[in-house]
């Protein structure tokens, strides 16, 4: 059914441009506007390679074995990383309730002067028991930065289980229920109350960086964070990722041209 006329009709590519065009009203169609293939001459049988890629890799893809393997520059490499990366992050999503388990740690940077945290990127994550996980970059590690976090993402009344971080103290006065363990006196577990599963995910992602990407820029980490989250939300769901990334631009697509 064409959009111009209404009518069923067949449609014809335009030559010279990523367009095809109704025979019989002329009304034009851009599939690629809006998605993150627009305005790239790079083939789709490489982007849906690097879709494939990305689906299937555990620890995630550097640009450098991307380059190496639809035969592309490293910049266009990194562009494609980058922009399949940007439809990995999470939309508008509903609260999350039950148990829930909430920590930061920093990565990146350098050690100097014997201070682990140097030039190191503040990050936080709140994790639902055998649920989802998301993570954010912080500027600090604050009363105000963290329990607004909290507030966004947790439903009041939910469990949240920390570490002995004196701002998780004041969660019980914001409506939640709060139990935590104390790392300092080399606690990790008090009955229920753990943080094992959300700091089991940092070390997925350092070990990604470490491993893949070596190197990430404080600018993009986030970027990283929401495919570490990406593939964790579907981990138990066969062949999920690559479905739902191509949801995504299917969907941004049809938004456009609405």
């Known amino acids: 059914m064409c959009a111009g006329c209404s009518k069923e009709s067949s449609f014809h590519h335009v030559n010279g441009r990523m367009c095809y065009e109704c025979a019989g009203c002329g009304y034009q169609i851009y599939p690629l506007v809006g998605t993150i293939m627009e305005n790239?001459?790079?083939?789709?049988?490489?982007?849906?390679?690097?879709?494939?890629?990305?689906?299937?890799?555990?620890?995630?893809?550097?640009?450098c074995e991307l380059q190496r393997t639809i035969e592309v520059t490293y910049k266009c490499a990194w562009r494609m990383s980058n922009l399949i990366r940007s439809i990995m992050k999470n939309g508008q999503l509903a609260k999350l309730t039950g148990t829930i388990q909430v920590d930061e740690t920093y990565i990146g940077g350098k050690n100097k002067n014997g201070n682990g945290i140097v030039n190191k990127a503040c990050v936080f994550g709140?994790?639902?028991?055998?649920?989802?996980?998301?993570?954010?970059v912080v500027k600090n590690r604050d009363k105000k930065t963290l329990i607004s976090l909290i507030k966004a993402n947790v439903k009041e009344g939910s469990v949240v289980f920390s570490d002995e971080h004196g701002v998780y103290r004041t969660l019980t006065q914001e409506g939640y229920k709060h139990d935590f363990v104390a790392h300092n006196h080399y606690?990790?577990?008090?009955?229920?109350?753990?943080?094992?599963?959300?700091?089991?995910?940092?070390?997925?992602?350092?070990?990604?960086?470490?491993?893949?990407?070596?190197?990430?820029?404080?600018?993009w980490l986030?970027?990283?964070?929401?495919?570490?989250?990406?593939?964790?939300?579907?981990?138990?769901?066969?062949?999920?990722?690559?479905?739902?990334?191509?949801?995504?631009?299917?969907n941004s697509s049809a938004a456009r041209e609405e």
Not at 126 to 136: A, D, H, P
Not at 198 to 217: A, D, N
């Open 126 to 136: 709140i994790l639902q028991s055998n649920g989802e996980v998301r993570t954010f």
């Open 40 to 63: 790239s001459k790079t083939s789709l049988w490489k982007w849906f390679k690097a879709i494939e890629m990305f689906s299937n890799s555990k620890n995630g893809v550097s640009a």
């Open 187 to 219: 606690n990790w577990q008090k009955g229920e109350v753990t943080t094992n599963a959300i700091e089991s995910h940092w070390s997925v992602i350092k070990r990604s960086i470490r491993g893949t990407y070596v190197h990430v820029s404080r600018k």
């Open 222 to 250: 986030q970027q990283y964070l929401d495919e570490a989250s990406f593939r964790h939300n579907r981990r138990h769901r066969s062949k999920q990722i690559r479905a739902d990334l191509l949801e995504i631009i299917h």
